[in-house]
């Protein structure tokens, strides 16, 4: 075995089988030095203090005494880290997600569109390289009216020239997920871009969606070609559902059990969606549904006041409500297609939509879903 002295008294560096293990280490400890000392890591504040210490641990293993090999030093030690310490980095380590990925679940949106990166973080995946989402946050980040209704934005990051947005992750704040239960409620009547009315492209797996809801929705013609353009499918989809006559549709949901529900195409009548929301709040539906409707209350006195949504048309976006055992709490999410309009204009997000006014509806899902809850503890 080879070996070069240290500085550091007896230690001394084993230069054996153990070496790219050492090599590793050094390269690690190196760049999580890096990341403390980078002031844009506003991200992860509160692990800053555990991360130094993990510096200090795996430092300690580019070197060993006589009688313990670095091999020993590596099983014993850093395999005993806090795995979510450990990814606390400028990109995360595979080993970790896959361990967070596991826990992880994604109620709405393409599959694999967003991923854990922190213990408190989330990157979302940006289509095409697309900055809409990335612009919306950092203006609503200025808004002040707005602040603590969304998730905290952090970062724009491009990984394997795939672009994403770092923002926090809200269940954080839940941890224990045997109590924890999650819903996304699309907010909106209009839950398509003015943009796409003019796409007359054709499209078969909308078809297949609308067929699978109602067999009998498809004009003949429509059978004939056996596809339907996004405008027409997203039409039906909101009459189909509680959008157009509430303003908002239940999306997705996670019960307490872990259970993953989403079929909800169906629920479209006010009383449908007061009884989901009441199976789906249990046994905590009066402290939860008072303290939900309270915190849209707040929400919606902030977009009333906002100078991002006086701008803007916001649709597709979503209400994440989130309760457990001891609190509940609802952010407003998805911020992708919200467009800034003509500065002519000053939407109400109340009015009818006309082609060229851009209104969406979203206050007037925000007004129903608040009266739909305090249906829910009267």
């Known amino acids: 075995m080879n070996t070069v002295s240290s500085a550091r008294g007896n230690s001394v560096y084993r230069k054996d089988k153990n070496d790219e293990h050492h090599e590793m280490m050094l390269a ?20 800053v203090a555990a991360l130094k210490e993990q510096i200090l641990c795996m430092r300690k293993l580019t070197t060993t005494s006589d009688d313990e090999t670095f091999e020993d030093i590596f099983k014993n030690s850093l395999l005993k880290v806090s795995v979510d310490t450990m990814a606390i980095t ?7 997600l896959k361990e967070r990925l596991k826990k992880w679940v994604q109620l709405s949106g393409h599959e694999g569109t967003i991923v854990p990166a922190t213990n408190q973080t989330l990157w979302k995946k940006q289509p095409n390289h697309n900055t809409i989402e990335a612009r919306a946050y950092e203006e ?17 990051i491009e990984h394997k020239n795939e672009s994403f947005i770092e923002i926090q992750d809200l269940l954080s704040d839940f941890p224990n997920v045997s109590t924890r239960a999650i819903m996304d409620i699309k907010i909106g009547k209009r839950t398509f871009l003015e943009d796409e009315v003019s796409n007359m492209k054709k499209r ?4 297949r969606k609308m067929i699978d809801i109602d067999p009998n929705e498809p004009t003949e013609e429509e059978r004939e070609e056996q596809a339907i353009t996004k405008m027409r499918y997203m039409q039906f989809r909101e009459r189909e559902s509680s959008s157009a006559s509430l303003g908002f549709r239940i999306e997705a949901a996670q019960h307490p059990s872990g259970k993953l529900q989403k ?22 539906v009066d402290e939860a549904s ?10 919606r006195a902030g977009v009333e006041r906002s100078e991002f949504f006086r701008t803007h048309e916001v649709v597709g976006s979503s209400v994440l409500l989130i309760y457990d055992h001891e609190k509940a709490g609802a952010w407003m999410i998805d911020f992708a297609k919200s467009k800034t309009v003509d500065s002519q204009l000053s939407l109400d997000h109340r009015s009818d939509w006309q082609i060229g006014n851009h209104e969406d509806g979203y206050l007037v899902g925000l007004d129903n879903l608040i009266e739909i809850l305090s249906e829910c503890h009267s």
């Open 140 to 156: 609503i980040m200025r808004d002040e009216n707005l602040a603590g209704m969304t998730p905290k934005y952090f970062k724009e």
């Open 90 to 96: 400028a990109l995360p380590l595979d080993c970790w």
């Open 28 to 47: 690690m400890t190196r760049k999580l030095a890096l990341i403390v000392e980078d002031p844009c890591c506003s991200s992860i504040e509160e692990p």
């Open 290 to 299: 008072r303290e939900l409707e309270e915190r849209l209350r707040q929400i």
């Open 204 to 207: 078969a797996d909308l078809y």
């Open 263 to 284: 079929s909800f195409k169906k629920v479209h009548t006010r009383d449908q969606v007061v009884e989901t929301l009441k199976t789906f709040l249990g046994d905590r």
